[in-house]
């Protein structure tokens, strides 16, 4: 069965410093997402994205946060100047190309991101 | 706004015992409604789904939830737990017109079946 993959599973970085989150979504999928899940709190979007431009972003994603889809396969998601409360578990996740919210979104194991 | 209210934190139940994980949604017009389950470093794995139709919906591993319109709920349940169902179980919705929009999670219900 596809599964989307996602690198590294945990990421440890100082404070200020850029990191790269990497996804490869589900092969035939063409709506991409990140989520993000603080210790202990619910999960909330971060960012949607289509035909390589941004869909809807939340207050969340504000300029220091990017997205790219630079290959055709792999899905990032790139932090420029982390901050402690930037620690969190990010998740990817993919649907399917045909618009209606009754596709389920298929998810990514997580990227653990500790800010130190 | 759309939003979705797990209410416990934690539930534990006895293997064999039938389980039930709340929820309950807000949300403009009709709801899309989902539920995902994570199991220890895994990502979130799609479990279920009401669209229309019949308010019983059936979905992986045994589980179903039942949705109810006139209460805003849509509660998991399962006849009978396994030890395998412990898990972060987690509740979501769509409003009816939003496209490829976003889910809306709930905080998350920790099970624990106990052998």
């Known amino acids: 069965e596809p599964e989307v993959t996602q690198t590294p599973s945990h990421q440890v970085t100082q404070m200020g410093q850029e990191v790269i989150l990497r996804c490869v979504p589900i092969?035939?999928?063409?709506?991409f997402y990140w989520y993000r899940q603080i210790l202990g709190q619910k999960v909330e979007f971060l960012v949607s994205f289509y035909n390589n431009e941004i869909s809807e972003k939340s207050e969340i994603f504000d300029d220091q946060f990017s997205v790219e889809r630079p290959d055709g396969s792999n899905f990032t998601l790139k932090i420029r100047s982390t901050k402690l409360e930037d620690s969190a578990m990010y998740f990817c996740?993919?649907?399917?190309?045909?618009?209606?919210?009754?596709?389920?979104?298929?998810f990514g194991p997580g990227t653990r991101l500790t800010v130190l | 706004a759309q939003s979705v209210a797990q209410p416990e934190d934690q539930v534990n139940v006895a293997e064999g015992n039938p389980l039930t994980v709340k929820c309950t949604y807000s949300?403009?017009?009709?709801?899309?409604l989902f539920w995902y389950v994570q199991y220890p470093n895994r990502g979130l794995q799609f479990l279920l789904k009401y669209i229309t139709g019949d308010n019983l919906v059936k979905g992986s591993y045994g589980f179903e939830a039942e949705f109810n319109k006139s209460q805003t709920s849509f509660h998991l349940k399962k006849p009978s737990a396994l030890v395998s169902d412990s898990a972060l179980y987690f509740c979501?919705?769509?409003?009816?017109?939003?496209?490829?929009?976003?889910?809306?999670f709930g905080k998350g219900t920790r099970l624990s079946v106990i052998a």
């Open positions: 092969s035939n999928h063409l709506y």
């Open positions: 949300v403009s017009g009709n709801p899309y």
């Open positions: 996740a993919s649907s399917v190309d045909r618009a209606g919210p009754h596709n389920e979104q298929f």
């Open positions: 979501a919705v769509r409003g009816l017109n939003s496209g490829n929009t976003p889910l809306v």
